[in-house]
């Protein structure tokens, strides 16, 4: 299997607060306001990995839920794995991999984020419990 086939696997924890609201992050690499998360290291499982990722992000300790979705980003091979999650422990504070974060509301959502990254959040705020499929271009959801 040639490099160009091969896919990456990352994972996103949507944090949800008693009323309602997502945690999104400021992504000090491009600006952008996403879920926290990122790729999963070859010998990591996912839970440990999505933890690791949000504690790295957020300072703060999670419990996942459920998983609410599955994306792949159809330009860079990536599958990401998203999961509601609740806040267990730790302080939220900005870190080297995030530079702001806010509580937000769904429609503030998708004010914010570009479709993309703002489907992730809301499929998890609406999920019914089995978790959304879609596939995307890195800025548009493709098919909806």
């Given at each position: ?121 809301l499929d998890a705020l609406n999920s019914d419990g089995k978790p959304s499929i879609r596939e995307h271009d890195g800025i548009r959801v493709i098919?909806?």
């Amino acid at each position: 299997m040639d490099q160009e086939s091969r896919h990456s696997v990352s994972v996103a924890g949507v944090i949800v607060d008693d009323q309602g609201r997502a945690l999104l992050i400021q992504r000090r690499d491009n600006g952008h306001w996403e879920a926290p998360g990122g790729v999963l290291e070859l010998n990591e499982d996912i839970i440990s990995g999505l933890r690791r990722e949000i504690r790295e992000e957020t300072g703060l300790d999670v419990e996942p839920e459920l998983l609410t979705g599955v994306y792949k980003n159809m330009k860079r091979g990536i599958i990401a794995l998203v999961f509601r999650c609740r806040a267990t422990g730790g302080s939220l504070t900005v870190t080297n991999e995030s530079q702001d974060f806010r509580w937000l509301a769904a429609d503030e959502v998708r004010t914010l984020s570009v479709q993309a990254f703002a489907v992730r959040v809301l499929d998890a705020l609406n999920s019914d419990g089995k978790p959304s499929i879609r596939e995307h271009d890195g800025i548009r959801v493709i098919g909806d």
